[in-house]
C-alpha cells in the first residue's frame, strides 16, 4: 500500500505528530513513504524525515507559505498527491491537520478516517478505530473501498519511531502561485513558553478542588517534580483562574499522555472526552465515588492539599535515587 504524509512544521519545527503519521504510515507500508513539507525556509528540514520513514520528501518552499494558510498547504499536499498517487494519506489531528485534511478529502471527493487511534491495513483497506460519543464508545471504521483513503492520527497515541534510513530524496514542488481568500495576518504566541498539554508525555491537571487560583503552586510544585505540562478543568477555566490553553476536554484540547495526573477533578464525562485514553490514569480526590475513579488507573483518596505534596515528594525522592 501506497502512502503519502502530510508534515507539519510550526516555525522551522517539525511537530512531534507528524512524526508519529510517519512512523505508523513506515510500519503499516513495510517500506519507506512519501511525505510533503510546506512552508517558507523549510527545505533543511527534509533530509531528517528519513530517520522517520520517509523515502522522498516533496518540498514546497515558498514565500507566500511561510504562514499556514488552507489553500496553500492543502495545494502542496494535492500537487504531492497527484506526482505519487498515494493509497492512503496520513495527517497528524493537530489543530493544523485538522484543517488540513477535510478541505483536501472534499477536493478530492472522498472522506476522512479523523482522530484515529489506531490502524492497520486489510487487504489494501485502511482499517481505522476511533472514540466516538465523548470516548465512551469506539467506532471500527473505513474508507467504504474509496481508492484514495484519508486518515488524521491522534498526537501521542502512535510512537515516533526513528531507525538508521539513508537520508531521503527531496523533491520540489512547482505550485501555481495561490491566492487564498484569507491569509493569517499575525501570530500571537502566549508569553509563557509552557509545555503544549496535546504532546506532553506527562500532564498534571487542577480542577475546583484546588478551591482558588492562589493554590495553583500545589500544583505547579507536581507538575515541575514530573516534569509535566500543566492542564486544567472547564471548571477552573471559565472560572477564570487559568488561560483555556490549558483546557482538557471535550471543549478543550484532546490528550493521550502516557501519565494524566487529575488532581481536584470529578471526572465530568465532557473531561473524561478529553483525556480518557491517556495510558496511565492518576486520580486524587477528596470523594471515593467521584467518576474520575471510575477510568483511573491508580487513585488517592484524600485532600489533595495533604496528597499532592506527599506525591511531589515522594516523585523527588524517586528521581533523586
Ligand atoms: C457542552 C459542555 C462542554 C464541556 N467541556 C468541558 C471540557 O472540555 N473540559 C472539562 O473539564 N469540562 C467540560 N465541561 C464541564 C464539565 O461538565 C464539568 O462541569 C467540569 O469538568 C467540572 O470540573 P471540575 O471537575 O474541576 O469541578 P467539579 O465537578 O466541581 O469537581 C471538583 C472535584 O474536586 C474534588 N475536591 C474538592 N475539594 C477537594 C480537596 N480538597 N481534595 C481533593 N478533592 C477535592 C471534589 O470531590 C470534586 O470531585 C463541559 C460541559 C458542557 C455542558
Known amino acids: 500500500m501506497k502512502f503519502l504524509v502530510f508534515i507539519e512544521q510550526r516555525e522551522g519545527k517539525i511537530r512531534k505528530a507528524s512524526l508519529e503519521a510517519l512512523s505508523v504510515a513506515r510500519r503499516l507500508a513495510g517500506e519507506p513513504v512519501a511525505a510533503v513539507l510546506a512552508g517558507r525556509g523549510v527545505a533543511a528540514l527534509a533530509s531528517g524525515l528519513g530517520r522517520y520513514g520517509a523515502g522522498v520528501v ?7 507559505l511561510a504562514l499556514y494558510s488552507n489553500k496553500g498547504y492543502v495545494g502542496a499536499l494535492d500537487a504531492a498527491a497527484k506526482k505519487e498517487s498515494p493509497d492512503a494519506v496520513l495527517i497528524a489531528a493537530t489543530a493544523m491537520g485538522k484543517d488540513v485534511a477535510p478541505r483536501f478529502a472534499a477536493r478530492n ?7 484515529v487511534m489506531d490502524l492497520r491495513v486489510e487487504e489494501g483497506r485502511l482499517v481505522a478505530w476511533r472514540p466516538v460519543y465523548s470516548g465512551k464508545a469506539r467506532a471500527e471504521v473505513d474508507c467504504g473501498g474509496a481508492a484514495l483513503q484519508v486518515a488524521t ?19 520540489t514542488l512547482d505550485l501555481p502561485a495561490v491566492a487564498p481568500r484569507a491569509r493569517v495576518v499575525k501570530i500571537e504566541t502566549s508569553e509563557s513558553k509552557e509545555l503544549d498539554v496535546s504532546e506532553a508525555d506527562i500532564i498534571v491537571s487542577g480542577g475546583r478542588g484546588i478551591k482558588g487560583p492562589e493554590n495553583w503552586p500545589l500544583i505547579r510544585d507536581l507538575q515541575q517534580a514530573l516534569g509535566a505540562a500543566l492542564g486544567a478543568s472547564r471548571a477552573v477555566v471559565d472560572a477564570g483562574w487559568i488561560d483555556h490553553q490549558h483546557q482538557v476536554g471535550q471543549t478543550g484540547k484532546v490528550v493521550s499522555p502516557t501519565l494524566y495526573v487529575a488532581c481536584g477533578i470529578s471526572g465530568a464525562i465532557q473531561h473524561l472526552a478529553g483525556m480518557g485514553t491517556s495510558k496511565v490514569i492518576v486520580a486524587l480526590n477528596k470523594d471515593p465515588e467521584a467518576p474520575i475513579f471510575k477510568v483511573a488507573t491508580y487513585g488517592i ?4 492539599f495533604q496528597t499532592v505534596p506527599e506525591v511531589a515528594k515522594a516523585v523527588r525522592a524517586a528521581k533523586a535515587e
Open 58 to 64: 516533496h518540498v514546497a518552499d515558498r514565500e507566500e
Open 109 to 115: 471527493d472522498v472522506s476522512v478516517l479523523a482522530d
Open 153 to 171: 492520527t491522534r498526537p501521542n497515541v502512535f510512537p515516533a519511531q526513528a531507525g538508521d534510513a539513508p537520508e531521503p530524496r527531496i523533491e
Open 301 to 304: 483518596v484524600g485532600d489533595i
